[in-house]
């Protein structure tokens, strides 16, 4: 009997650690397609990981994990839930216009 619950307590234990890990991974918002997405984000189905890919692609990529709350259907609080899950890798600078910096010639 105790050999059961030894047996038992090692497989809870295991499926435990697992569910741990699934729950740890993370997504670059940045690079990530629709499907990875909803996957990863907690309340985040497919429609809304179309929308987080539609907007990345309208207005390039994500500076924070808080430009995420700009995207159509995501809130605050989806945000928040999921900070830990959520990386934007390091984004390339804006690129600045030609005439940045320029002097008019007079």
Known sequence: MNGIRI???SVLLSLLMLGGAA???KVNI???DAETLSRVLSNVGPAKADEIVAHRAANGPFRSVDELAEVKGIGLATVERNRDR????TPAPRRASATAG???QR
């Open 7 to 9: 047996v038992f307590a």
């Open 23 to 25: 729950a740890s991974e």
């Open 30 to 32: 940045n690079t990530a």
């Open 86 to 89: 959520i990386e934007t890798g």
């Open 102 to 104: 320029v002097s008019p």
